[in-house]
């Protein structure tokens, strides 16, 4: 979690690690991406993966194993995938087009109906951990300021409007990032095998009383060793399912 607010941080800054360039033989993206191409999905899917592995954060890598899983007919994994990519760098058009798409054809709908695109757009133009990184980053200019204020009587006057205008905005931020923490895409699963029963209870014992099918994205409410709790809101029902029949967000 403090991995994922430091990238955004940092990316907020405009802050890159120039690497020395490397040749084809160097840099694996390159055989990878040329996998890719030439349709060798499942041979690229391994290799995004493999990167993933010391990377996890990488919404351009989420984005092409998603696209390897999209290719070959894994849309539980795709949605996953995508949808990771989509929570790290939500402005980016691919990545919301193709969550877009893929949603669209397990059934669900990326915006909810009557919903603007552009207020949606905007409510999702900075991700969950950007908004945490610029509400942290504001609360200790916020901090600084009133020690300013504190110590020198003769910037008060100064400094007035100056705190006042970051208090709301930090407490704008700080009610943005509440909201979305009730958003479908925040503390999700997606469920990654058709037709998983959803059971009343945390066990094989337990009722089945509806069957979710494959890229259904759900809201993880609570877990045990074995299973989830976890919530459809489209149905506005709840339940448990194995942890082995999704992907953790």
């Known amino acids: 979690m403090s991995a994922m607010i430091l990238s955004s941080v940092l990316l907020l800054l405009g802050v890159f690690i120039n690497a020395r360039p490397l040749g084809a033989a160097e840099n694996p993206i390159l055989k990878?991406?040329?996998d890719y191409r030439n349709a060798n999905f499942e041979q690229a899917l391994a290799g995004y993966?493999?990167?993933?592995?010391?990377d996890p954060y990488n919404p351009s890598l989420l984005y092409n194993a998603g696209n390897c899983h999209s290719k070959l007919g894994h849309t539980g994994q795709a949605v996953a995938y995508y949808l990771r990519a989509f929570n790290l760098l939500p402005r980016n058009s691919d990545i919301r087009h193709n969550l877009e798409y893929v949603m669209k054809h397990s059934g669900q709908s990326f915006r909810p109906e009557g919903a603007p695109p552009v207020v949606y757009f905007v409510y999702y133009f900075f991700s969950y951990h950007e908004l945490?990184?610029?509400s942290i980053i504001l609360f200790w200019i916020l901090c600084l300021s009133g020690a300013l204020y504190a110590v020198k009587p003769g910037l008060r006057e100064t400094l007035k409007s100056y705190l006042a205008g970051i208090s709301i905005l930090f407490v704008f931020l700080y009610l943005?990032?509440?909201m979305r923490t009730t958003s479908p895409f925040h503390n999700s699963a997606v469920i990654i095998r058709p037709d998983v029963p959803m059971l009343s209870g945390p066990g094989e014992n337990f009722k089945a009383y509806a069957n979710l099918p494959e890229g259904?994205?759900?809201?993880?409410?609570?877990?045990?060793?074995?299973?989830?709790?976890?919530?459809?809101?489209?149905?506005?029902?709840k339940g448990w399912i194995k942890k082995e029949h999704v992907e953790k967000i």
């Open 176 to 178: 943005w990032s509440a």
């Open 32 to 34: 990878i991406n040329e």
């Open 132 to 134: 945490k990184a610029i």
């Open 49 to 54: 993966l493999r990167l993933l592995e010391t």
């Open 216 to 237: 259904s994205i759900v809201k993880v409410i609570d877990s045990n060793d074995l299973y989830y709790e976890i919530g459809v809101a489209k149905e506005g029902i």
